[in-house]
């Protein structure tokens, strides 16, 4: 192909790629209760496990039922849009790395193919699980937070602000699981070894922690255990699978 053929193709998987991410949008701006309800639900949770008076709520009030509040006329109309673009970006995602594959694909040989698919499918489980423990530990999180804020203090959630650290704290589990992914490839590429990788450990569980702090917006310490723990196990694991990789490529490599 050439240099217009290439342009002609990439600006076709932009634009699908563009119109699967809008249609998301589109069905989330649609369905925004149940989605905003389901961002809210472990603020729900929360109230119902401590009390009512423990996030301000009159006697009798069911917990599940909490609001969030907003101090600009704008905030809500631009909080539904920054939802459904986050939920449209979830939602078009798989379509959006299927346009990115099909794209790349005519330029890897067939060995190449074969892990680059492999490893699409394991950077999406790998974030979707990352997102996942973000969300369970959020409820944890939020009573550490609000513990610590004292006894004469009664927290009021403004709703952009809730809505960002749940997209902060998804987002930022998610792509910390996928760091195995790219120590797989570098050791793919040679560029490190497992047993480099192995003998320094005991340094890359302290980057590991202090990665996880520094990336984890609320700060507290169940969110930073909640995610440093997996993050050192995928560690262990991306060393173990680089090994096998090698391995296999060092016996193709002698039978040649």
């Known amino acids: 192909m050439t240099l217009v053929e290439h342009l002609a193709e990439l600006r ?3 634009i699908r790629a563009s119109l699967a991410v809008l249609l998301g949008m589109i069905l989330v701006f649609a369905f925004y209760e149940r989605v905003l309800g389901w961002i ?7 109230c119902a496990r401590r009390g009512n008076a423990y996030c301000g ?8 039922d909490v609001k969030l509040n907003f101090l600009d006329p704008v905030e809500g109309l631009t909080t539904r849009m920054r939802v459904s673009f986050y939920g449209g970006l979830v939602l078009g995602g798989p379509v959006v790395l299927w346009q990115l594959w099909k794209f790349v694909v005519p330029a890897l040989h067939k060995n190449e193919k074969r892990y680059a698919a492999g490893f699409v499918l394991s950077s999406v489980v790998l974030f979707c ?3 996942y423990i973000a969300y369970t530990t959020l409820e944890k999180a939020l ?4 513990d610590w804020a004292g006894q004469d203090v009664e927290q009021e959630f403004q709703v952009q602000a809730y809505v960002r650290l749940v997209t902060l704290m998804v987002a930022a589990f998610g792509v910390g699981f996928v760091i195995p992914v790219l120590l797989v490839f570098l050791q793919m590429l040679g560029v490190l070894q497992p047993r480099t ?26 969110s930073l255990a909640a995610l440093a723990g997996p993050l050192t196990v995928l560690y262990f694991l991306a060393i173990l699978v680089g090994w096998l990789l090698s391995r296999a490529r060092r016996r193709r490599a002698d039978e040649a």
């Open 57 to 64: 709520l009159p006697p009798g009030a069911d917990p599940h």
């Open 143 to 146: 009573e550490f937070l609000i």
């Open 197 to 222: 990788l192995l003998k320094s450990w005991r340094y890359a569980v302290v980057l590991i922690v202090f990665l996880a702090a520094l990336i984890t917006p609320s700060g507290d310490p169940i």
């Open 12 to 14: 076709m998987r932009i």
């Open 129 to 131: 699980s990352g997102g």
């Open 40 to 46: 809210i639900r472990p603020y729900g949770n929360l």
